[in-house]
T-cell receptor, first 115, second 110 residues
Framework: GAGVSQSPRYKVTKRGQDVALRCDPI?????LYWYRQALGQGPEFLTY????????KSGLPNDRFSAERPEGSISTLTIQRTEQRDSAMYRC?????????????FGNGTRLTVT | QQPVQSPQAVILREGEDAVINCSSS?????VHWYRQKHGEAPVFLMI?????EQKGHEKISASFNEKKQQSSLYLTASQLSYSGTYFC???????????FGTGTRLKVLA
């Protein structure tokens, strides 16, 4: 069984460009989470899905950030008109069910650098 | 709203014990604990649910005090492999929105 897969691993983009970050969760996992992590800090919640439904997007910093999971599997986090402050590690995690007794399995992340 | 962990950092010798605390200002439904090594993804250690306690590993255990809105992670007879940053992840009232704590950096020396 493969783990959570994220692509690309590294993304360098120029300010003002749009980027799309992809997450492929563990097969069959119901819940999918997006986090942003600064160096030395804990993961910062962005949004999460149960199946294809976005349950909570309160952590998205502003309307330049959006996420989707149209078929309840792969998810894309899109950042429009990127700014330098968007530079960070973006991590995806999946969980086998919606209950609190299921661990989050994290991917290796996408390191985004906005120049 | 972010849970506060203490201590921020701790250095141990192999074989010594450590306690890491996680405190929330909000009522908690469950608490997760994760360990992250430098350059790697966080790895799950254990979950504690409201009204119960679950031990995930032989020498690593945890407690969950719902009234105090606190959880503690206990590391006994530490090994070099325990080095890393520990995070608690909290879920308030079953919303499944996991908010992670400020982190505790632990280093075990030979």
């Amino acid at each position: 069984g493969a783990g959570v897969s994220q692509s690309p691993r590294y993304k360098v983009t120029k300010r003002g460009q749009d980027v799309a970050l992809r997450c492929d969760p563990i097969s069959g996992h119901v819940s999918l989470y997006w986090y942003r992590q600064a160096l030395g800090q804990g993961p910062e919640f962005l949004t999460y899905f149960n199946y294809e439904a976005q349950q909570d997007k309160s952590g998205l910093p502003n309307d330049r950030f959006s996420a989707e999971r149209p078929e309840g599997s792969i998810s894309t986090l899109t950042i429009q008109r990127t700014e330098q402050r968007d530079s960070a590690m973006y991590r995806c995690a999946s969980s086998s069910d919606r209950g609190g007794n299921s661990p989050l399995h994290f991917g290796n992340g996408t390191r985004l650098t906005v120049t | 709203q972010q849970p506060v962990q203490s201590p921020q950092a701790v250095i141990l010798r192999e074989g010594e014990d450590a306690v890491i605390n996680c405190s929330s200002s909000k009522a908690l439904y469950s608490v997760h604990w994760y360990r992250q090594k430098h350059g790697e993804a966080p790895v799950f250690l254990m979950i504690l649910l409201k009204g119960g306690e679950q031990k995930g590993h032989e020498k690593i255990s945890a407690s969950f005090n719902e009234k105090k809105q606190q959880s503690s992670l206990y590391l006994t007879a530490s090994q070099l492999s325990y080095s890393g940053t520990y995070f608690c992840g909290t879920d308030r009232s079953g919303t499944y929105k996991y908010i992670f704590g400020t982190g505790t950096r632990l280093k075990v020396l030979a």
